[in-house]
């Protein structure tokens, strides 16, 4: 060959060999690209994920492994921020949208036994036939009898989804056979008011234990049925009320105030600022007022007391607030999990922001705060309440109040231990109270029925030495517990607890609650203030 054809060959041969590597090159850049190139804007996660489940060598369930790193990362955010698979964003969601699918029922488990305590009326199970008092002993033929059996197996049991059926094996007293009945599950709602009632002639209380989709209705049909009874004033008990829907706080803060009176604003780094004003006269805005917080008052529960306070509008009587002032917002993904992600903080009308101090991923601790609380003695001593002074503000009539840690109330009461003798703790730590209850009503049921309101039944439990019965059960099931000490103090308290289970077992909450504040001091002072309105405003003004 002459060299000129030689050299040529070489270079066919090097274009080829080149074109070779561009070919692998770019099907190498291509597969990387599949692989990895959501790398490179920043999605590790989901890339990783992609490559796991096309060529890691063994079967893995990515979904499950993909929910674990996720809700390891939103741990590492603020308290408040929490990630939800899809089983729990729809127990998580029940309080909030008011209602569930299931039988109707509400039940204790005092004695191992899952015992009726109500059956909500017009309801699948007062359809059924069950009644108060009924013993269910099984679930579609799932035993739910003894120790072992928990409160979440049988709400398991007891729930599906409207339309589908159910039968219970139950006992009923008077009735020698077991009874199977079928119940067919339909909607069933969850009140977010425990009680509305007058506790004297002029004042009205109402206990709400959670802000949901159907709180505003709820209060305007309590508030309607107290004010036909002669309600001149109010207590609002927001004790133990966790928070829930910020829509349902304004709405029920809208109630009390004047018209164009800030509620509340929201801010945060990607939310400009938004405040929520009254939009009208609020039907209860001249109503006498008093607020009751505690510990466990968080969250929408702030939300109102804040501004009943900073608008010098309500007395708030209780302890301090739990102090959460952040704003989630809520993310639904396809699969029915979902995110709840902190995106502002809200401020009171005063411009204070009372979320308690936290590190970002150090949510144990947070938790923590309560307990220290509890050590330091601020549940008994009000000067033992540490508050952020640097974080000062002024009400409408200019009294100082303080942020960075939940509301202080005007009004302090220390939460009261003094009746709480060796027998009074040893008997209700064990229940023994409700079991007495549950058994009275059960063999005095037929008798008890001739009482239309809890007034008259009280006034009959009263006579009846119930706490001489009480102490014969004690002294039976257990005769160490009997000879523990007491006072005269734990057992009045007793005899006005068992007083109050029994009407709750005939006539649920609503004969309870009025029986159960000769206990309840946080509530006396309030009545106490609430009844003396020209007081009230002069505390208010302090």
Known sequence: MSGRRVLLILLLAL???????????????NRLARLFGSIVQGDKLHAIVDAV????????????????VINLFVQQLDPHSEFFTAS??????????????????????????????????????????ILMGDRFLSVDGHRIVGKSVTTDSVMHLLRGPRGTKVVVGLERKGVKDTLAIEITRDRIPINSIEAAYMAD????????SRFAQTTPREFQEAVLKLAAQGMQRLVFDLRRNGGGLLEAACFIS?????????????????????????????????????????????SSSEIVAGAMQDNDRALIVGRRTFGKGLVQEQRLFPDGSGLRL?????????????????????NDKYAEEWVQRWERGEFMHSDSIHQDTLQRFTTTNGRVVYGGGGIMPDVFVPLDTTGYAPYYKAVTNRGLPIRFAQRYVDKHRNELTRYADWKALDAHLRQEKLLQRFDELVRTENPEMARLPRGAKADQMLEIQLRALIVRGMLDNAGYYPIIQELDNELQKALELVAQPKNLELQARK
């Open 201 to 208: 002639d002029l004042t009205g209380v109402i206990r709400l």
């Open 53 to 68: 489940e096309r060529d890691y060598v063994d079967s893995v369930n990515t979904d499950s492994i993909e929910n674990r």
């Open 254 to 298: 809208m109630q009390f105030l004047q018209e164009g009176q800030l509620i509340v604003y929201t801010e945060g780094r990607a939310r400009p600022r938004q405040e929520i004003r009254t939009e009208g006269e609020g039907a209860l805005r001249n109503i006498p007022l008093v607020i009751l917080v505690d510990e466990f008052s968080a």
């Open 88 to 129: 729990q964003m729809e127990e998580v969601a029940e309080p909030l949208r008011g209602d569930f699918d299931g039988i109707g029922v509400t039940y204790n488990m005092a004695t191992d036994t899952v015992v009726v305590q109500s059956v909500i009326a017009g309801g699948p199970s007062e359809k059924a036939g």
């Open 342 to 362: 902190t995106v502002a903080r809200y401020y009171t009308p005063s411009g204070r922001c009372i979320q308690k101090p936290y590190k970002l991923g150090e």
């Open 15 to 29: 274009a080829a060999l080149a074109a070779t590597f561009y070919v692998l090159e770019r099907r190498s850049a």
